[in-house]
């Protein structure tokens, strides 16, 4: 019996240290798991960090064209001003030239009759 006994107590201790080195086991795989799942939530921040940084990049490009085609816009449009305003000014020079030139071809009309009928 006590043969028996001691046999038992032998593959219960050899079944709990192999229990034990299991569980060891266990810990290292979760452990590990761990690291794996840490080191790829980092790698994807990673990834999203430089996603982010490219993308800014190419926001701050696009900024910068938008304003130059904003600045030429204006340039553009103070030009076209420019050409409006000129061609007023052009149209009252040419305006007051024809009423002097009325006025004066009045003024020859009355002074020579003769004049402003061979016309």
Do not use: G, W
Request: with cysteine.
């Amino acid at each position: 019996m006590y043969c028996k006994i001691n046999l038992l107590q032998k593959r219960l201790i050899a079944k709990t240290e192999e229990c034990v080195e299991k569980e060891i086991t266990i810990q290292e795989i979760t452990k590990e798991l761990a690291n794996c799942k840490k080191l790829a939530n980092k790698k994807y921040h990673l990834e999203i960090e430089e996603s982010i940084r490219l993308y800014k990049q190419e926001l701050s490009k696009q900024n910068e064209k938008m304003k130059s085609c904003i600045a030429e816009r204006n340039m553009f449009e103070n030009q076209v001003e420019d050409y409006k305003n000129e061609n007023n000014r052009i149209k009252k020079e040419k305006t007051d030239l024809q009423m002097k030139y009325h006025e004066m071809k009045l003024k020859t009309s009355r002074k020579s009759p003769s004049i402003a009928e061979k016309e």
